[in-house]
C-alpha cells in the first residue's frame, strides 16, 4: 500500500537494526557517522507522526569480544550479547536526543540505574506521547535471538508493521553477495521463507509473525531515505505476510 505524499502508511512500526548496522566499515564497535546518519532517519519518521519503536542487535560489540566468549556457557555468552545490545541502545539514545528526538531505553534485563524496565504499558505510553522507545536486551532470556525480541515487542505493542532493516535490498534466493545472479522476491509467504531456509529472521520469529499475522518488510538501511520510503508506503525491498500468495521475483 502507499499513502498520500507525506502522510504515513503506519501508525505504529517496529524497526529492527542490527548491531552490524552501526558499525559502517568498521570491524567492530559504533560508528559515529553511522550511528548520527541512522538516527536523523529515524528522527524524519518520528517527525511525520510514526510511532515508532526500536529493537537492536550486539553483535557489532560482541563481535570485538567473542574470542573471549569461545567454549563459554551458551547462556553466559547470551548475556553478554544482550549487555552489549544495552550499549548500543545507550548509545543511539544519545544519537536521537542530539537531534532533538524524545526518547525512552526500556530494558528486558534490569538496569534501572541506567535505563527503564520493560513495562508493556508503559511503552504504548511512551510511543502515545511522540517517544521514540528503545527496546533493549532482547527478551532477557537466553537463546532467543534479538529478531525473535522485534517479533515478540511487535505483537505486544500492536505494531502495523515489523521492519528489518539489514545490508541487503531485500530477500534473495540465494546470498547475493556470493551470487552476482540472486533474485530478489518482492513479496513471499512466511511458509516459503522457512520452506526455503532463506534466513530473513530466525525461524521462531517467522513462525511467530505468521501465528500473529505480523506483516515483516526486508529493507536496505545503508540507502538514505529507505526508512522513509518504507514508512510512507512506498514497494521498497521486500514483503513478507501471510497474503504474499505466490512468491514475486523481482525481473
Known sequence: MKSASGVPAYRRVLLKLSGEALMGADAYGINREVLARIAAEVKSVADIGVQLAIVIGGGNIFRGIAPSA?????????????????????????????????????????????????????????????????????????????DTAATLRGAEIGANVVLKATKVDGVYDR???????????????????????????????????????????????????NLMRVCLGENVGTLVSSAAGMPRLRT
Open 175 to 225: 546470498d547475493p553477495v556470493k551470487h552476482a545472479d540472486a533474485k530478489r522476491y518482492e513479496t513471499i509467504s512466511y511458509d516459503e521463507v522457512l520452506d526455503k531456509r532463506l534466513g530473513v529472521m530466525d525461524a521462531a520469529s517467522i513462525v511467530m509473525c505468521r501465528d500473529q499475522n505480523l506483516t515483516v518488510r526486508v529493507f536496505s538501511i545503508h540507502k538514505p531515505g
Open 70 to 146: 569461545q567454549g563459554m556457557d551458551r547462556a553466559s555468552a547470551d548475556y553478554m550479547g544482550m549487555l552489549a545490545t544495552i550499549m548500543n541502545s545507550l548509545a543511539l539514545q544519545d544519537a536521537l536526543e542530539k537531534q532533538g528526538v524524545s526518547v525512552r531505553v526500556q530494558s528486558a534485563l534490569r538496569v534501572d540505574q541506567v535505563v527503564e524496565p520493560y513495562v508493556r504499558r508503559r511503552a504504548i505510553r511512551h510511543l502515545e506521547q511522540g517517544r521514540v522507545v528503545i527496546f533493549a536486551a532482547g527478551t532477557g532470556n537466553p537463546f532467543f535471538t534479538t
